[in-house]
């Protein structure tokens, strides 16, 4: 029996590139496997290495992956992605499963970049708004510069309660201002010990909404959090994302906070 | 099967093996050492059983035959790949109890932890052990106290002594180029006791993992990470991408061995890294030795070979960890009650 090589990467056309920022592009890949929101892929660059990436929507036959212009590897995809192939290894990781979320009243709080792993999950319930009692996005950027999905949001707002804010606005910005966490008692929520929290961001966010959600009445077994790690095989060999007993790469990256908040790295 | 043999006769058929394996053991190297007038004592191939350093421990595992500090994974150009090639011949590995349990864990690791590992299962294959005996315990080995200081997963056991030679086969080729030889009933020597003995903790609560007694550690470790190259059940790696300075279309991927007690283990893109005080590094380490991997694996990681407390310049041992940690946990108890 021959062993299929979990190593070597597949190619993927580029279908459409998407800009964001001046660093935050979503690249548009054909991949017609399953794949779950939350689930993430190795980008490979041959000569550069590779990043793990995660699944920022599903379509017909594609994946989007949002990357930020941040390190070796994605620097090179955005001085070079004009060769419209991408190598990819993946899908990998567990992912968010929608259906633990379905029927209930859904807080998605999400900080900049932390919005990619979860998106799949918005872009249903804004598509299936009667899956759930109530949805809420709570998304917090650093500047008004730095949103994600712009275009998105115009669809999310329509039969989603979306709430932006921003670290720090500039002139002519006349959103919201501040953290995540101050808007969290605004939301309204019937029952909130039976509300589902998902939260993914950098630590510190994801650390003080868990917080603010338990001040407001949410269970920890409703919380659900991805973490992200420095994924290097994502197949459970070199062990960059172990933490305790855990591997972030097979055993997440999505987390119940039962099992999320003992994760010491 | 046990036999009695001599040397020149299993030497004859060790030459004949070696037209289809390659033969590793652990060989001193006069003056290779470290330090000046210094000998080190580390795997290399034989031709010769008189070549294997019997007496004393090697300074390095043998856990570069199965998964060598530089590995090529494949070679690319432009959008096309190529898995490298398997090595032609398999592998016959002499090693000690305590590393044929550290076989175990890399089995664990690259066979069952997620997707089997391509490159590590193609060469595990065709790769047979041999064990070594101990007549005597060495320093720092606390094989006893991890339970590995008997193992009867091998492929053979021999002993050399002078010129006779006392082999205990499970293999039957060499079942079948020692017929004729004296039968003998043969036992592998081990060791009852290490002067060094280690209690390992039942379960260590997470409230210890910030106590100030990793700091000391956190003070004295210069994250050289030689205790991680030199361990048996270290098997971390990082990708690392090559391309040819003649043709910069054309490269490899490589995966190179990698250790959570030096620098960029966790960096991330953007610059976050985990775990940036060395003692956090390592209770990282002693926790995934002496208990996560318990937890997910059901055994004990470290096997007890003593080989990180030989080699530490600082003079860490992690035996002493251990132990000091078992205090802690029992006092942390006492505390609670």
């Given at each position: 029996?021959?062993?299929?090589?979990?190593?070597?990467?597949?190619?993927?056309?580029?279908?459409?590139?998407?800009?964001?920022?001046?660093?935050?592009?979503?690249?548009?890949?054909?991949?017609?496997?399953?794949?779950?929101?939350?689930?993430?892929?190795?980008?490979?660059?041959?000569?550069?290495?590779?990043?793990?990436?995660?699944?920022?929507?599903?379509?017909?036959?594609?994946?989007?992956?949002?990357?930020?212009?941040?390190?070796?590897?994605?620097?090179?995809?955005?001085?070079?992605?004009?060769?419209?192939?991408?190598?990819?290894?993946?899908?990998?990781?567990?992912?968010?499963?929608?259906?633990?979320?379905?029927?209930?009243?859904?807080?998605?709080?999400a900080g900049g970049t932390g919005l990619s792993p979860v998106k799949g999950i918005v872009d249903y319930f804004s598509a299936h708004p009667d899956d759930c009692k109530s949805f809420t996005l709570l998304v917090g950027f650093k500047s008004p510069n730095d949103v994600?999905?712009?275009?998105?949001?115009?669809?999310?707002?329509?039969?989603?309660?979306?709430?932006?804010?921003?670290?720090?606005?500039?002139?002519?910005?006349?959103?919201?201002?501040?953290?995540?966490?101050?808007?969290?008692?605004?939301?309204?929520?019937?029952?909130?010990?039976?509300?589902?929290?998902?939260?993914?961001?950098?630590?510190?966010?994801?650390?003080?909404?868990?917080?603010?959600?338990?001040?407001?009445?949410?269970?920890?077994?409703?919380?659900?959090?991805?973490?992200?790690?420095?994924?290097?095989?994502?197949?459970?060999k070199c062990g960059h994302c172990k933490i305790d007993d855990t591997y972030i790469c097979l055993d997440g990256p999505v987390f119940n906070y039962t099992k999320g908040k003992f994760l010491k790295d | 099967m046990g036999y009695q043999t001599t040397l020149a006769k299993?030497?004859?058929?060790?030459?004949?093996?070696?037209?289809?394996?390659?033969?590793?053991?652990?060989?001193?190297?006069?003056?290779?050492?470290?330090?000046?007038?210094?000998?080190?004592?580390?795997?290399?191939?034989?031709?010769?059983?008189?070549?294997?350093?019997?007496?004393?421990?090697?300074?390095?595992?043998?856990?570069?035959?199965?998964?060598?500090?530089?590995?090529?994974?494949?070679?690319?150009?432009?959008?096309?790949?190529?898995?490298?090639?398997?090595?032609?011949?398999?592998?016959?590995?002499?090693?000690?109890?305590?590393?044929?349990?550290?076989?175990?864990?890399?089995?664990?690791?690259?066979?069952?932890?997620?997707?089997?590992?391509?490159?590590?299962?193609?060469?595990?294959?065709?790769?047979?052990?041999?064990?070594?005996?101990?007549?005597?315990?060495?320093?720092?080995?606390?094989?006893?106290?991890?339970?590995?200081?008997?193992?009867?997963?091998?492929?053979?056991?021999?002993?050399?002594?002078?010129?006779?030679?006392?082999?205990?086969?499970?293999?039957?080729?060499?079942?079948?180029?020692?017929?004729?030889?004296?039968?003998?009933?043969?036992?592998?020597?081990?060791?009852?006791?290490?002067?060094?003995?280690?209690?390992?903790?039942?379960?260590?609560?997470?409230?210890?993992?910030?106590?100030?007694?990793?700091?000391?550690?956190?003070?004295?470790?210069?994250?050289?990470?030689?205790?991680?190259?030199?361990?048996?059940?270290?098997?971390?790696?990082?990708?690392?991408?090559?391309?040819?300075?003649?043709?910069?279309?054309?490269?490899?991927?490589?995966?190179?061995?990698?250790?959570?007690?030096?620098?960029?283990?966790?960096?991330?893109?953007?610059?976050?890294?985990?775990?940036?005080?060395?003692?956090?590094?390592?209770?990282?380490?002693?926790?995934?030795?002496?208990?996560?991997?318990?937890?997910?694996?059901?055994?004990?990681?470290?096997?007890?070979?003593?080989?990180?407390?030989?080699?530490?310049?600082?003079?860490?041992?992690?035996?002493?960890?251990?132990?000091?940690?078992?205090?802690?946990?029992?006092?942390?108890?006492?505390?609670?009650?």
């Amino acid at each position: 029996m021959t062993v299929i090589n979990p190593y070597i990467p597949f190619l993927s056309e580029i279908v459409a590139v998407i800009k964001h920022t001046e660093i935050e592009f979503t690249f548009r890949m054909t991949y017609s496997g399953e794949v779950k929101p939350g689930q993430f892929f190795e980008v490979s660059l041959p000569k550069f290495g590779e990043a793990p990436i995660s699944v920022s929507g599903i379509g017909d036959g594609t994946v989007d992956l949002t990357i930020r212009k941040v390190g070796k590897v994605t620097d090179e995809i955005f001085e070079n992605y004009v060769g419209d192939t991408l190598f990819l290894r993946g899908p990998y990781g567990n992912g968010f499963d929608i259906a633990n979320y379905k029927g209930k009243e859904i807080i998605l709080v999400a900080g900049g970049t932390g919005l990619s792993p979860v998106k799949g999950i918005v872009d249903y319930f804004s598509a299936h708004p009667d899956d759930c009692k109530s949805f809420t996005l709570l998304v917090g950027f650093k500047s008004p510069n730095d949103v994600l999905f712009k275009k998105d949001f115009e669809e999310w707002e329509k039969n989603l309660n979306v709430i932006m804010t921003v670290d720090t606005p500039v002139d002519g910005y006349c959103g919201k201002c501040g953290l995540v966490t101050q808007y969290i008692p605004e939301i309204p929520i019937e029952n909130s010990d039976q509300a589902v929290g998902i939260v993914v961001g950098p630590p510190m966010m994801m650390k003080c909404t868990i917080t603010e959600l338990f001040n407001v009445g949410f269970k920890e077994e409703n919380i659900w959090i991805s973490q992200e790690r420095k994924m290097c095989c994502g197949i459970g060999k070199c062990g960059h994302c172990k933490i305790d007993d855990t591997y972030i790469c097979l055993d997440g990256p999505v987390f119940n906070y039962t099992k999320g908040k003992f994760l010491k790295d | 099967m046990g036999y009695q043999t001599t040397l020149a006769k299993i030497n004859a058929i060790f030459s004949d093996l070696s037209k289809d394996y390659v033969i590793y053991a652990p060989k001193r190297f006069v003056g290779d050492g470290t330090f000046t007038n210094i000998d080190t004592i580390r795997y290399g191939e034989i031709t010769d059983l008189s070549e294997i350093e019997f007496a004393e421990k090697s300074n390095y595992s043998f856990k570069e035959v199965l998964l060598p500090i530089s590995e090529t994974l494949f070679y690319f150009t432009e959008n096309e790949m190529k898995e490298a090639d398997a090595p032609k011949k398999g592998a016959i590995v002499f090693l000690r109890s305590c590393d044929l349990h550290g076989l175990k864990r890399m089995d664990t690791i690259y066979l069952e932890n997620g997707a089997v590992d391509t490159y590590y299962k193609r060469l595990r294959d065709k790769t047979k052990f041999i064990l070594m005996g101990c007549e005597n315990s060495f320093e720092n080995c606390f094989c006893v106290s991890m339970g590995t200081q008997k193992s009867d997963d091998y492929d053979a056991y021999i002993k050399v002594d002078g010129n006779a030679v006392l082999v205990d086969s499970h293999w039957d080729l060499l079942d079948a180029a020692l017929a004729g030889a004296t039968e003998a009933s043969v036992m592998p020597d081990s060791v009852t006791a290490n002067n060094t003995v280690v209690t390992v903790p039942e379960t260590v609560p997470q409230t210890l993992f910030d106590a100030p007694f990793w700091e000391d550690y956190g003070n004295r470790c210069i994250a050289c990470g030689r205790c991680n190259f030199v361990c048996p059940t270290c098997t971390c790696f990082t990708m690392q991408d090559i391309f040819y300075t003649d043709n910069g279309k054309a490269g490899e991927r490589r995966r190179v061995w990698a250790s959570c007690h030096v620098d960029g283990y966790t960096d991330m893109a953007g610059g976050h890294a985990f775990r940036n005080d060395k003692g956090q590094r390592m209770r990282f380490k002693v926790m995934h030795k002496v208990n996560d991997y318990k937890r997910r694996f059901g055994t004990h990681m470290c096997i007890g070979c003593g080989r990180c407390d030989d080699v530490c310049p600082e003079y860490i041992s992690f035996a002493n960890c251990i132990n000091k940690l078992n205090t802690l946990v029992n006092d942390s108890v006492k505390e609670e009650n």
